[in-house]
């Protein structure tokens, strides 16, 4: 079967699917300035990040991409599910994607990004950390419509963080033969790392599974 992504994005996603944990690009220079709209973390919970303002311009190596967010009801929704067992003895944040939209769609950039401390107390901007194909927990980085997938993310750092995906949603005139993506859309997960809430930093002692 192949798979195939028609828009700027001009992605192979057989090379996708299998190159996920190989060809990936790192950076820790992206960043994602406030915009109206932010909030700061609060205290005791697990808050959903206020989105960048939609359509804009996001630069991945040499390629530039025009990333839309999709209407509340259709669009690919990320949200905090338990602590678990990490590799190499750690623990894994893991995250509950769901796709709320009629037809399928194809994740095909994972960004992991940490709140910088802003100035006079203020709320800093975001910066991306880590970018990579779907490797980890994505054996198939489809998602059908209506469908959910879980994925672990180890936290690397004390301070803010969120994980964020990029992604393309299956064209009308695919086919099962040759399945056809397009668009750049992008879905934020919670905001994690608040220092007084038990529920999104992982437990001392012991691993939730």
């Excluded at 769901?98 to 975001?126: A, D, E, F």
């Excluded at 880590?130 to 927990?137: I, K, L, S, V, W």
């Excluded at 936290?155 to 963080?161: E, H, I, L, R």
Aim: charged share 20%; net charge neutral.
């Amino acid at each position: 079967m192949n798979y195939s992504v028609r828009s700027p994005l001009l992605i192979t996603c057989v090379a996708l699917l299998s190159s996920c944990s190989r060809h990936g690009e790192r950076s820790a220079t992206q960043s994602d300035q406030p915009r109206a709209g932010g909030s700061s973390a609060r205290a005791g919970m697990v808050m959903a990040a206020a989105p960048p303002a939609y359509p804009y311009t996001l630069s991945l190596g040499s390629s530039v991409y025009h990333v839309e967010q999709e209407s509340e009801s259709a669009r690919l929704v990320i949200e905090f599910s338990n602590w678990t067992k990490g590799e190499e003895g750690g623990t894994d944040a893991v995250f509950r994607v769901t796709n709320r939209g009629s037809r399928p769609v194809l994740v095909w950039n994972v960004r992991h990004q940490v709140r910088i401390p802003g100035s006079s107390g203020l709320v800093g901007p975001w910066q991306t950390t880590h970018q990579d194909y779907p490797g980890r927990g994505w054996d198939r980085p489809m998602i059908p419509a209506g469908g959910s997938h879980e994925f672990p993310i180890t936290p690397d750092t004390d301070a803010q963080w969120r994980v964020c995906l990029l992604y393309s949603r299956e064209r009308l005139d695919s086919i099962p033969s040759n399945r056809l993506f397009d668009g750049t859309y992008e879905s934020i997960g919670p905001t994690m790392g608040d220092a007084d809430s038990p529920e999104d930093k992982p437990p001392r002692g012991a691993n939730r599974e």
